[in-house]
């Protein structure tokens, strides 16, 4: 099973808004991303959990604050944000240390497609 | 900085072989990925190649590296309209647990 979930699939917000995406993992993945995707662009990378501690801050305006209460979940929780905002925001998880495949290959979710109003 | 690069369209018919090329710049690169896309979908691992390989197939796929010219290409046998995507190189050299992306190629297949 190589299976990243992602809640929910389509967000509408207000700029004054608070709300939260969530990422699960059932694959004993160790590592944990959140992208974010404009269209037809590759996806940026935004943060990663490691060990469910923030590894990686890709200077990350404040109003995206990641969670990581355990290794299966991941949060991405939302405030004030801008129109530019809008986008994909994908969530993917790594295996780190490498079994039967490369421990940093990556499984992506099919994102939540997040429109900012 | 590590730099991936792709042509951004590709156009064949079904049934033909498709190519997708991909140079990169890093000489350490370890392991070199290849994602699909499909229209409003998360991106799909297709395969991957450690950079100590020449080729790898995967029934339809085939990788070929040459490490050389930094120069990374998969080629799709048969292609189907089901193929119609955006395909993504990766460049997984990074001990930091990045992947350096390429700009993605537009994959359109014409019945």
């Known amino acids: 099973d190589t299976e990243v979930t992602q809640t929910p699939k389509h967000l509408v917000m207000g700029m004054t808004n608070k709300k939260s995406l969530k990422c699960e993992q059932h694959?004993?993945?160790?590592?944990m991303y959140w992208y974010k995707q404009k269209a037809k662009k590759p996806p940026e990378l935004m943060f990663v959990y490691s060990y469910e501690k923030l590894s990686i801050n890709e200077s990350v305006p404040s109003r995206f604050s990641p969670e990581c209460p355990n290794s299966s979940l991941l949060n991405l929780h939302l405030h004030a944000l801008q129109p530019e905002d809008s986008a994909l925001y994908l969530c993917?998880?790594?295996?780190?240390?490498?079994?039967?495949?490369?421990?940093?290959?990556?499984?992506f979710g099919p994102g939540t497609r997040l429109l900012v109003l | 900085g590590e730099d991936v690069e792709q042509s951004l369209f590709l156009s064949v018919r079904e049934g033909d072989s498709s190519v997708i090329n991909c140079t990169y710049t890093d000489s350490s690169s370890t392991y070199l990925y290849w994602y699909k896309q499909e229209p409003g979908a998360g991106l799909q691992l297709l395969t991957y190649?450690?950079?100590?390989?020449d080729m790898k197939q995967d029934q339809r796929l085939t990788v070929l590296l040459n490490k050389k010219d930094k120069h990374l290409s998969l080629r799709i046998a048969d292609t189907q309209t089901g193929d119609s995507a955006i395909y993504f190189c990766a460049d997984g050299s990074s001990n930091t647990g990045k992947l350096i992306f390429g700009q993605g190629t537009t994959l359109q297949v014409k019945p």
């Open positions: 190649i450690f950079s100590n390989m």
């Open positions: 993917a998880s790594s295996p780190l240390v490498g079994q039967r495949e490369p421990g940093e290959t990556q499984y």
């Open positions: 694959m004993g993945h160790r590592a």
